[in-house]
Every structure is written in structure tokens, then in C-alpha cells.
């Protein structure tokens, strides 16, 4: 399996399929992120497809990249089946280096993974991947209810796993299941580590069971749009998730922010 040097994700094997066959395309996510976006687009993260697939399938100019090349496997076959053709690149955020500039990238669920270390050099490689009055789009979790008590007390990690996950069909007629735990927090680097366990069963036996590690950060709000100002972005917006309005303290969990390269003048 290919995997970038750089970034510990989950991203793999049969994390990949199950992203593929049982997670598939389209849904809420794609209907937020889809007003927001203009082409050509570069969908960053872009997994399997859940996204690029059906904008695609739209007629959206859209080329994606992803740091696992298990995923984009999986994403390059499932747009085949459409008869979809797009430009695929084994490249994590903080590593794009594209000759092709957009004027819309986007992220679902991306930015962070990997570690705090790669935030910023992340967005600075959206800018530049940007025309001039190209936009920059991304959702975001905030740390709020259970997860913010590992800020003022030491967690008890790692977790135990959980029992097993329910057993999902696959078109094949084998079924998987998955499971996470959180290993580690550290409040300083403001870094957590989980794991995935998937097994696979075919006939009703178990015949593979693979475990992936995941780097993520906890970043504000406040942080993002330092790093956003600082990168060169204008028009900085940021709004809740659900309500589609300002963001509320203890009760906004998940941001939809925008960020714009300032236009020629």
C-alpha cells in the first residue's frame, strides 16, 4: 500500500473499502459543499469519492487528491463507472504541488488529519494552488462537551475497544465492520492519536482483521483565521454547521468556512 511519509492517517486497506462500499457517494455533506463550489475545483481528501463522484457526474470540472493511494484507487473506479475521467494526485494538503490552479479547493473532513504540524503549511498550499478570487472551502470540528474535560484533566487512555461494530454487506457478499478507539491526547501539541480496527468476513468467517493509526489536531477558530490571514486569504466567513448562522460558544460543534485569494487588481 502507498502512504505519505508525512502523515499517520487510517486511510488504508480495508479502512478504503469501507469508505468505497459502505460509506459511497453523495449525501448531506455534498449537498452543503456543492453551492459553494465553482470550477474547476480541487477536492482535497477526496477519499473514495463521496464527494468528487457526484459533482462530477454534474458536470463540475473537478480533480482530486488524497494521501492515500488505497482511496483514490477506489475513487478513480468509482468515477470510471460514470464514465468519469478526472486528474488523480497522491498528495496530502501541506504537499500539493499541481501545476493547475482552481478556482475553488475544498475539504471535507481533511483539514487537521495528520497532525497540528500541518495546518498551516496546508493552507498556505491552498492559497497558492488558488487563481486570484479563488476560494478556499472547508468544514471543521470544534473540541466541545465530552471531548473538552481531556483539556483540564488527563483523559484515561487509551480506550478500550468497543465491542464490535455491526457487520455491513458489501456488494461482493462478504460483510465488514469497524470500530475506533482514542489512544492518546496531548493538551500541549494539541494532538490526539486513535486507531481503527476493520474485519472482514467472508462466508460468515472472519478472514482479515488490519488496525490503522490517525494523527489529528484540535485547532480554534481563533488559530484558523490567524493561519488564514497570515497565508494571504480575504473574506473570511465563518458559520455553524446546522444553524447556517454566526457560530455560538458550547453549542456550534462543526464550522463551514470560506476564505478567498484576493482578486488581480
Known amino acids: 500500500m502507498s502512504e505519505s511519509a508525512s502523515v499517520t492517517t487510517w486511510h488504508y486497506g480495508l479502512c478504503a473499502r469501507y469508505w468505497s462500499e459502505v460509506v459511497g457517494e453523495g449525501g ?31 458536470g463540475v470540472d473537478v480533480d482530486g487528491a488524497d494521501a492515500s493511494a488505497d482511496m483514490l484507487d477506489y475513487c478513480r473506479s468509482n468515477a470510471a463507472r460514470h464514465g468519469l475521467t478526472p486528474a488523480f494526485y497522491v498528495q496530502a494538503l501541506h504537499e500539493l504541488d499541481i501545476e493547475r490552479r482552481y478556482r475553488t479547493i475544498y475539504l471535507c473532513g481533511t483539514l487537521g488529519l495528520g497532525g497540528p504540524a500541518f495546518v498551516g503549511p496546508g ?10 478570487g479563488g476560494r478556499l472551502v472547508f468544514d471543521h470540528y470544534l473540541p466541545v462537551g465530552r471531548d473538552f474535560r481531556g483539556w483540564i484533566e488527563p483523559p484515561n487512555l487509551p480506550q478500550a475497544w468497543p465491542e464490535e461494530g455491526p457487520r455491513e454487506p458489501l456488494p461482493d457478499g462478504s460483510e465488514i465492520s469497524m470500530v475506533s478507539r482514542r489512544v492518546a491526547f496531548d493538551p500541549l501539541t494539541q494532538e490526539t492519536m486513535s486507531e481503527i480496527r476493520l474485519r472482514l468476513y467472508e462466508n460468515g468467517e472472519l478472514s482479515l482483521e488490519e488496525t490503522y493509526p490517525l494523527t489529528n489536531s484540535i485547532v480554534f477558530w481563533l488559530e484558523l483565521e490567524r493561519m488564514l490571514t497570515t497565508a494571504g486569504f480575504v473574506d473570511i466567513t465563518c458559520i455553524d454547521w446546522e444553524t447556517r448562522e454566526p457560530p455560538e460558544p458550547w453549542q456550534s460543534r462543526r464550522l463551514l468556512i470560506t476564505a478567498t485569494r484576493p482578486a488581480l487588481p
Open 28 to 58: 448531506e455533506d455534498a449537498e452543503r459543499f456543492r453551492d459553494l463550489i465553482e470550477a474547476p475545483a480541487l477536492d482535497v481528501g477526496c477519499g473514495t469519492g463521496r464527494l468528487l463522484v457526484p459533482f462530477a457526474q454534474a
Open 123 to 132: 493552507i498556505e498550499r491552498a492559497y497558492e494552488h488558488l487563481t486570484p
